[in-house]
């Protein structure tokens, strides 16, 4: 499910560091960082319905990237994201991201395996993030032990709970085998308190590792698309971005 706020922005201002290549076909930013040291922790990002080469999502990139990750951002919109998109005419929302998560579903499995054919398995760590739209690709990797990834995060999901009863798809964590980092906003349609709490009460039971941010004052996109000026979101997109990077910081020491 999607809510309104998956839909809201205020732009960042920054000038990102990455650059735009093509793999497996598919439209990516990769950030990298300075220097990669002797052990190679890749980071795959996930983004919301902005897309990676929004100018929000490319500075949260750089910004792991700037801390050693190299960072590598699928562009599933395939250039057709909401923002260039919503304003012409006869644009319908619900349609448009019907078909997007239709070619993301498509695309990014063979766009996973081509970045772990460029980068290899050898001395190589792998964690992946998704914001809001993002998210369930990230389940899907946390959810494949042979996949065997380092830590996953994900920061105000949508798409793994339906409202009028649908309620939370509870196999979605159950079936986590990496450890996990949820970031979530005390307002979100998307992610409400209730699947939160549903969702912790399963990750108990099955005793896996995992950690809850859960920021105050905020709402579903804060991570990406919070407005700066204000003191609330500004501190909590801050906070997100760095407790994501410890929690990969964390795993990828092992």
């Known amino acids: 499910m999607s809510c309104e706020d998956c839909f809201k922005t205020v732009p960042h201002s920054g000038t990102p560091l990455g650059v735009a290549e093509t793999i ?48 590598l951002g ?23 991201r019907d078909t997007s998560l239709k070619q993301a579903a498509e695309h990014t499995p063979k766009w996973v395996e081509a970045v772990r054919q460029r980068y290899g398995t050898n001395d190589v760590k792998y964690c992946a993030v998704g914001y809001c739209f993002g998210a369930p690709f990230v389940f899907d990797l946390a959810s494949d032990a042979s996949f065997n990834l380092a830590a996953a995060a994900v920061a105000h999901p949508s798409g793994i709970y339906g409202r009028h009863g649908n309620g939370l798809k509870t196999d979605v964590i159950e079936n986590c085998v990496a450890p996990i980092l949820f970031s979530c906003a005390e307002t979100d349609a998307a992610f409400p308190a209730e699947a939160r709490r549903q969702t912790e009460d399963i990750l108990v039971k099955n005793k896996a590792q995992y950690y809850f941010q859960i920021f105050s004052g905020v709402s579903h996109g804060f991570a990406a698309r919070g407005d700066p000026s204000v003191d609330d979101q500004r501190w909590a997109k801050e906070e997100c971005a760095r407790g994501t990077l410890q929690w990969f910081k964390r795993f990828t020491a092992q």
Do not use: C, M
């Open 24 to 71: 497996a076909g598919v439209p990516t930013y990769i950030s990298e960082p300075k220097d990669a040291g002797a052990q190679r922790s890749i980071l795959l990002f996930f983004s919301d319905v902005f897309s990676p080469f929004y100018i929000n999502n490319q500075l949260v990139q750089d910004y792991f990237a700037a801390h050693g990750f190299t960072v």
């Open 74 to 96: 699928i562009d599933y919109f395939f250039g057709d994201r909401f923002d260039k998109l919503h304003k012409e005419p006869g644009f319908a929302r619900e349609r448009w």
